[in-house]
């Protein structure tokens, strides 16, 4: 995919994956908690990008402003859920992830203990159900500035 202007509608075949977060715990087998007494959890995955970032300076190459999955643990919830590396963020949990500042992205990922995503993924084939239908080929409208939804806002529901 070429690079994507934060704003422009995106068309492109998105990808589902629900993340199901597991809790951090110490060296010592122990639970991790939030500083406010809540579990911590976690993912294990790093992202890159945002549209507060200069995509010439990423190290990947990344084309765009894009949220970027730029390394996944070894045996995480990341890992185990098929996410992959370099996979572009769409969306999490309905946000939408091409109108985010890095911490913004990062705030999204960490509220939730379960990540409901749909990434694009380089070099995925159309999908074909029999009769032809399309599957998971969604329209994507970014949402403009000053909280106003555009005339089509994303309404995918992927099937899990």
Known sequence: MAGHTAGEPLECYSIPIVLEKEQDIDQHGNPMREPDGKPRYRCGFRIGGGIDQDPSQS???????????????????ASRCGLQLHDKILQVNGKDFTLV?????????RKKPVLKMLVYRKGVPPLQKPGNQMVGHTQFQAYPHHGQQPAYAPQYQPQY
């Open 59 to 77: 190290p990947q190459g990344y084309p765009d402003k894009g949220v970027y999955v730029t390394y996944i643990h070894d045996n995480s919830p």
């Open 101 to 109: 500042t890095h911490k913004q992205a990062v705030d999204s990922i």
